[in-house]
């Protein structure tokens, strides 16, 4: 049976446009236009989904994304709001959360047990005898939950733009509308978005059975359509507020972060439902949610209802719900003043009577509880909030439409830091202080009459325009409505219950009374407690019954109470949205092809990709490394290191500079030397190591390791801005490649290539030179991190991979071979040196480290030195010592980070590990008692296994053990 | 169904009676005042009435009880720490709380679901390695394991996260669980008060009265209430409280957020951490995927929420599992944290007599619940702090011997 | 996300920039070591107008900002010894 109404204006489906879909394994039909939930009722199919507790048979409620009990999935997605997401042909629906289907539900006998599942049930019982929990938390946890994760849904790259604008304005209805043509006006940037698939707000829908509605829609998009500087967007929300005005605009494409200058809030109010005995039967809805039914799928939400209404309100529904044709049995109004306004005698003209100070006591389901059979009527004491229930009266009929009030869409305007008051005129909060530059107006702010609405648009508008410094006139305030819009209390106690508050979760009056009982008085607690408004709909429906509720309970005004913290997101907000494309930022250095094309395993470190190692086929990963140092060993390897931090520190006061710096002494320094930098925090913990190399009097070029150098240069540049010296300091990171030519006969492979000698005379270790190779300029340091003969070249990047093949040309013949990072990292051990960051930790200060010969205590003043002071009088904790495991050990092979035991107890810790083919044992540091650090010492390092695996502290001189 | 649910569908009148009494106006003395109503500061209530008999105590909360970050973590206990004292400590704190919802009659959903913190990179391995064997050494079940395990133990799981960070190995500890956040603080709560301590809500400490170097009172905003004892259980409010009695520490505060899914049915059983992707995550019993990142990266005592925060975040989620594309987030929020440099409480005495610390609890003071309220509580009643703690005591930074938990605790609880 | 002025390039979202932590003056030298215990760890850590750090990350500029902590306004921003410069 079709509750299809005759084609009408403004309504949203394309009656050109059939759709097939499938719900529930059965064939439907609907227009293009159609949310899923709207072409199923024009269909006739009211059951539409199953509560999230109980697994009670719902249908519409609102109509306004927060219908959470109807969330269907289509096979591939889940949790779809069937009240707004467009219904597309070929769908094949089912409602999640069921077992068997939503007709037949298995789960729905939850609902004849619901008196075992007293509020906050699950934390009163099943844990006790504990081993039962686990049984317990299984069914529990299956229960839980609304739809199944397809895991192969597929990874979706929504794209994310950004966008300014002097005014944005938050909902498209009269007030905004009103707002967006006005700050319009000034030629200024304004956009204005609304969640729905079209602009108008309560104008499309809310027609209160004569066109002055549809007529000021079809006048203020005419008005706007001249401004085109204002763009409108539909089917947008405001996600959240953030700082400096910042708000996340989500549309189906991805977001839009959106830079306001001013913030009007016209994002309307949502309708409250009136709590009563079965409120929730498929048929009873929201009287908005009738009007949206009516007006924009042009459908019937019954055919024979009953009007509950609290305020006013109700009476436009009823006009509506006439005008379109729907028989209407009475309109039951809870305010017993209601009988003899002009409301009531309009409805009595057109036949339909008003039972004024009554309630609907309770609805009565239809045999197959697929709908509303009638419900029953009593009188209703506003003073005790109680019905009596002397004299019931039944009404047949096959819907209700419910009034009671609203609550303000507010949420944007709460996460801004806006203080609300509540308003005994209108009844409802709306805002008493605004933060600077954001605007409300319209519903939210209390204001309802629609030429008002408009007014109050085009005041927020001047406002906002005034925020950001125009000139314009202050327009009149607009004041909240003087007449209630909301009821006080509409809410219908029944001994039986099942009178809802917050459909999301299934939570009814008695829930709220009976949690104050237990001590959940205040509102967050009782939130906590109940889960009221923690459902997905965030209690858009049942936050302010909650409160009303609570505030009787306890016998207090309802601002006493006050209102649950918002949070965003204004409507739940999809991760692929949030996520966005991922970035995952890297730098590769100038030869980074080259060492690809020389096949570079790479390794991350920091956000540097380095070569780990060069693959050689038929070779295993170790053996290549093993092969690398080798080769470094015996002949020349080549390393790309231009990943080293590089700075340049140039002026008279530059050796001062380090001086202050680093722990060393550098005043002292001759140019064309290097010497060891170390850096300390102030409270004298190791950061970083490296060399400083002095090119002239007033040149110094530093080189570090990878991970710290942007963290270094930047402390650098702190310390420069307090101390002010007469210095600059540059970071040529990216401007200079590096490369290290190491072993034995590096020497000779460079020889042929610069025009200086490479003597130990002339180019002893700890020096620099500055040079070419083929032109280009380099500097040439000789250093010995991974061997005693080790020169690295500092090119300028361009003519990086240039230099390194003329390197590797004149290699070629002696066997050099580039090596990675795995290789250079056993090198460096085998040289003994230590390595912050691998060989110390977070708190690990230099004497623990055996450094006191890098720190210059007689400088006046280094970073660290007063802290080092103070702890040179303490006792030194651990020592870093060097180890060798056994020659010839063959036993269980110990691990970084496996611990030094002495009698049962931890001592220290392996800080580097690696068996050495070089010296043809297993070397290492590793963190010891002091007492235990002398040469010669033994320890025992726990391996993996357990077992205790001896060793011996050695100098770290490792090569010497070369025999 | 559970007998005891019968009671509740039997009786006319609900059976349900207050958690804690509703005390409106504070005697004018009482042995020891303790400031914040949250897990801590109620267990420590609970355990000073329980195993000192002290029950001459009030409890003061601003806001109402379990308001702060008790009911703002993402509710994962672990003590797969990285210092022997760490360890030992929150071991302690695991072993309490297996037993709590009997001990409290109050279901806290203390769920045991393992933990994994994946490690992308070799110096993550290392790290991992550093805290399993410390782990072992103490006697808590925690090890390395490889990629094949944590496949097992998650198939959804991406293991090469989009292709972005391979995820090399992780730290499995057994132990790892959550529990109902909110649960815990109402229990302490209904336990101490039964046991006599008075719970005051909506009751602001604006002064502490400090003569001589010793605690003479506390001014509320209830008026003035003589103590000799003040504990101090406020997290992101110690700052404030110090101030008041003219005391650096060297806490700072830096917002932690988090943020929840729409709940879907269960597929996620245990809780995995990211240290890389700056990402934690475990599924709640209602279905719910809790999720959080790192600190946000400067001082701000408020709660509020970036995008930033829930756009990193989300993304890194989309590395590790791609098939939440659609799955929706609901909510996010906020607690304030209170970090200290070396990533340790700070628990104890003070150099004010009688002043009482229970702070520095950043981001893993949930998990420290229950052994926080049993060493305070001690701490107060014997004026001397037990060895537990005495890693966590104030005067470290002083003595230059901080506690090194850095490398356990960001993005790890 | 939020904004910040930079004093040398003007206002940038702040996902450029590099919280450095309150300036903070450190006392003399020849000070107790109590007191430079007290300097190195200890914060002042109550809510308030503070003088901070920043560090604009893109073009390498330190600066101060002024901001309040409890409502994360920034008050003004300027480089060192600049204060009183417009």
Redesign the interface.
């Known amino acids: 049976m079709s509750a299809r109404l005759a084609r009408q204006k403004g309504e949203w489906v394309n009656r050109a446009s059939t759709i097939k879909f499938s719900f529930e394994g059965k064939e439907f039909s609907g227009f293009e236009g159609d949310s899923i939930t709207s072409a199923l009722w024009a269909s006739g199919e009211q059951v539409l989904g199953r509560s999230f507790k109980y697994h009670r048979p719902r249908g519409i409620l609102s109509l306004a994304n927060h219908d959470i009990n109807v969330m269907v999935t289509d096979g591939m997605d889940t949790n779809i709001r069937g009240d707004v997401v467009p219904v597309a042909a070929g769908m094949a629906l089912a409602a999640v959360n069921t077992d068997g289907g939503v007709k037949k539900d298995r789960s729905r006998l939850i609902d004849s047990i619901s008196p075992l599942l007293p509020v906050g049930f699950y934390y009163k019982a099943f844990h006790t005898p504990k081993k039962m929990f686990p049984f317990w938390e299984n069914i529990i946890r299956k229960a839980a939950g609304l739809g199944v994760v397809n895991f192969n849904y597929p990874r979706i790259l929504k794209r994310k733009l950004h966008a300014h604008c002097d005014v944005l304005v938050i909902g498209g209805g009269a007030t905004g509308l009103s707002a967006a043509y006005e700050a319009g006006k000034s030629g200024l940037r304004v956009v204005l978005v609304d969640e729905n698939a079209q602009l108008g707000g309560s104008l499309g829908f809310d027609w209160g059975g004569s066109q002055e509605s549809a007529n000021l829609l079809q006048e203020l998009l005419a008005k706007l359509e001249s401004l085109p500087n204002v763009s409108l967007i539909a089917g947008a929300y405001a996600a959240g507020y953030y700082p400096d005005h910042l708000i996340p605009v989500v549309t189906r494409e991805g977001i839009t972060k959106v830079r306001a200058g001013s913030v009007i809030m016209a994002s309307g109010a949502f309708e409250q439902p009136p709590v009563f005995r079965n409120n929730d039967i498929p048929g009873v809805m929201l009287g908005s949610a009738a009007q949206r039914l009516l007006h924009r799928y042009s459908v019937k939400p019954f055919s024979n209802g009953v009007v509950f209404t609290a305020n006013d309100y109700g009476y436009r529904v009823a006009q509506d719900l006439l005008e379109a044709g729907i028989k209407l049995a009475a309109v039951v109004d809870l305010r017993s003043d209601a009988k003899d306004g002009p409301l009531a005698a309009q409805l009595a003209r057109r036949g339909v009577k008003t039972i004024a100070g009554s309630c609907i006591y309770e609805v009565q389901a239809n045999a197959d509880k697929t709908g509303v059979k009638s419900v029953t009527v009593t009188e209703y004491d506003e003073k005790t909030n109680e019905a009596l229930t002397r004299d019931k009266v039944t009404l047949e009929c096959d819907g209700v439409a419910m009034c009671a009030g609203w609550a303000p869409a507010a949420n944007l305007l709460y996460q801004a830091g806006t203080a609300m008051r509540y308003d005994y005129g209108v009844h409802q909060f709306v805002p008493n202080r605004l933060p600077a530059g954001i605007f409300a107006a319209g519903r939210v702010n209390g204001v309802y009459e629609l030429a008002q609405k408009v007014q109050d648009g085009a005041r927020a508008a001047a406002q906002a325009l005034l925020h950001i410094g125009l000139d314009v006139p202050e327009l009149p305030s607009v004041q909240p409505s003087t007449r209630a819009q909301s009821h006080a209390y509409p809410i219908v106690p029944h001994p039986k219950g099942k009178n809802f508050v917050d459909f999301d979760e299934d939570i009814q009056v008695k829930d709220f009374i009976n949690a104050a009982k237990e001590g959940f008085d205040n509102i967050e607690l009782m939130k906590r407690f109940t889960t009221v408004g923690m459902g997905p709909s965030q209690g858009k429906h049942s936050n302010m019954n909650a409160i009303r509720i609570l505030a009787r309970v306890r016998g207090v005004p309802v601002e006493q109470i006050g209102t649950t913290t918002s949070r965003p997101f204004f409507h739940p907000t999809p991760i692929g949205h949030l996520g966005g494309r991922g970035f995952h930022p890297h730098r590769l250095t100038p030869l980074h092809d080259v060492n690809h094309k020389l096949g570079a395993v790479f390794t991350d470190v920091g956000a540097w990709k380095r070569a780990a190692y060069y693959k050689v086929a038929g070779l295993g990963v170790a053996d290549t490394v093993l092969a690398e140092v080798e080769a470094v060993r015996t002949k020349a390897g080549i390393i790309d290191s231009s990943s080293f931090g590089k700075i340049e520190v140039h002026g008279p006061d530059a050796a001062l500079f380090l001086e202050r710096f680093f722990t060393g002494n550098y005043i002292s320094q001759a140019v064309g030397s290097s010497r060891y930098t170390m850096l300390l925090d102030e409270s004298g913990v190791v950061v970083d190591d490296g060399l400083a190399h002095r090119l002239a009097e007033d040149l110094f070029y530093l080189s570090s390791g990878t991970s710290n150098a942007a963290a270094v240069y930047r402390e650098m540049q702190r310390w420069q801005q307090i101390w002010q010296l007469d210095i600059g300091l540059v970071n040529v990171t990216g401007a200079y490649a590096a490369i290290n030519v190491a072993g034995p006969l590096a020497r000779q492979v460079l020889s042929g290539l610069v025009n200086i000698s490479l003597d130990d005379s002339a180019l002893p270790a700890q020096s620099i030179r500055e040079t070419e190779i083929a032109g280009v300029p380099v500097r040439l340091i000789r250093v010995a991190f991974v061997s005693d003969s080790t020169y690295e070249l500092h090119i300028p990047t361009p003519q990086a991979a240039f230099v390194w093949e003329r390197v590797m040309g004149a290699g070629q013949a002696l066997g050099l071979k580039p090596f990675g990072t795995d290789a250079q990292r056993l090198l460096r051990l085998e040289m003994g040196h230590a390595m912050p960051g691998i060989d110390t930790d977070g708190l690990t200060n230099p004497y623990e480290i055996n450094a006191q010969h890098a720190i210059g205590m007689d400088k006046p003043d280094f970073i660290g030195k007063r802290s080092l002071q103070i702890i040179a009088k303490r006792p030194v904790k651990k020592t870093l010592v060097a180890f060798a495991l056994e020659a010839g050990y063959a036993g269980e092979m110990p691990f970084e980070c496996n611990l030094v035991i002495r009698q049962g107890e931890i001592e220290g810790r392996v800080t580097s590990i690696a068996y050495s083919g070089t010296i043809g044992r297993v070397i290492g540091f590793a963190y010891v008692a002091p007492e235990h650090s002398a040469l010669g010492s033994r320890f025992q390092i726990r391996a993996d296994s357990g077992a205790l695996v001896n060793a011996t502290v050695v100098s770290s001189q490792f090569l010497a053990m070369q025999k | 169904?559970?007998l005891?649910?019968?009671k509740?569908?039997l009786s006319k009148n609900?059976p349900?009676?207050?958690?804690?009494?509703?005390h409106e106006t504070p005697k004018k003395s009482y042995d020891v005042v303790i400031i914040g109503g949250g897990g801590h500061g109620l267990a420590a209530a609970y355990y000073l009435a329980k195993e000192h008999g002290i029950t001459n105590v009030a409890v003061l909360e601003k806001?109402?009880?379990?308001?702060g970050n008790t009911?703002r973590n993402t509710t994962i206990v672990r003590s797969n720490y990285l210092t022997?004292e760490g360890v030992k400590f929150y071991d302690a704190s695991v072993k309490i709380y297996e037993?709590l919802?009997?001990e409290l009659?109050?279901?806290?959903?203390?769920?045991t679901r393992g933990h994994f913190t994946l490690a992308h990179?070799?110096?993550a391995m290392?790290?991992m390695?550093?805290r399993a064997?410390?782990n072992k050494?103490v006697g808590v079940e925690s090890y390395v394991v490889g990629p094949e395990e944590i496949s097992k133990a998650c198939p959804?799981l991406d293991m090469s996260c989009?292709g972005?960070?391979p995820i090399l190995g992780a730290l499995y500890h057994a132990p790892g669980s959550v529990a109902?956040h909110?649960?815990v603080a109402?229990g302490y709560a209904r336990g101490a008060d039964r046991l006599g301590v008075e719970i005051f809500?909506?009751t602001e400490v604006l002064g502490i009265d400090v003569q001589g170097g010793k605690v003479a009172g506390v001014k509320t905003s209830k008026g003035y209430i003589a103590t000799t004892k003040v504990l101090s259980a406020v997290a992101g409010f110690?700052?404030?409280i110090?101030?008041m009695v003219g005391m650096?520490?060297?806490?700072?505060?830096h917002p932690l957020q988090a943020c929840v899914?729409?709940?879907?049915?269960?597929?996620l059983d245990t809780i995995l951490v990211s240290g890389s992707l700056h990402v934690y995550v475990s599924q709640s019993?209602?279905?719910e995927l809790v999720m959080g990142s790192s600190l946000d990266?400067?001082?701000?005592?408020?709660t509020?929420?970036?995008?930033?925060f829930?756009?990193g975040l989300?993304?890194?989620?989309?590395?590790m599992f791609?098939?939440?594309?659609?799955?929706?987030?609901?909510?996010?929020?906020a607690g304030m944290a209170?970090m200290t440099?070396?990533f340790a409480p700070i628990m104890g005495k003070t150099p004010i007599e009688g002043f009482y610390l229970d702070a520095g609890w950043g981001t893993w003071g949930f998990k420290a619940t229950p052994i926080s309220g049993k060493t305070m509580a001690e701490t107060i009643a014997r004026d001397h702090a037990p060895d537990l703690i005495h890693s966590f005591r104030l005067s470290r930074?002083?003595?230059?011997e901080?506690t090194?938990e850095?490398?356990a605790a960001s993005v790890g609880h | 996300m939020k904004l910040l002025t930079c004093p040398v390039n003007g206002t940038r979202p702040l996902s450029e920039f590099v919280f450095g932590g309150e300036y903070r003056v450190p006392p003399a030298a020849d000070c107790s070591d109590k007191v430079w215990a007290d300097y190195v760890h200890n914060r002042h850590g109550a809510p308030g107008i503070k003088q901070e750090w920043w560090y604009h990350a893109p073009s390498g500029t330190w600066f101060i900002a002024e901001r309040n902590t409890l409502t994360d306004q920034v008050i003004r921003t300027f480089l060192k010894g600049q204060e009183g410069k417009q």
């Open positions: 169904m559970p005891r649910l019968l509740y569908a609900y349900g009676t207050r958690f804690f009494k509703a806001g109402y009880i379990g308001g009911g022997p037993d919802s009997e009659d109050l279901n806290l959903f203390y769920s990179t070799e110096s290392r790290t390695r550093w064997e410390v050494h959804q989009s972005q960070a109902r909110d649960g109402w809500q909506n110690t700052p404030r110090c101030e650096d520490t060297p806490i700072v505060i899914t729409e709940p879907m049915k269960p597929w019993s209602r279905g990266p400067y001082e701000v005592h408020s509020r929420s970036t995008l930033d829930v756009e989300t993304s890194h989620m989309l590395d791609p098939f939440l594309s659609n799955i929706k987030v609901v909510r996010q929020w209170d440099p070396d930074f002083e003595d230059y901080l090194g850095k490398g």
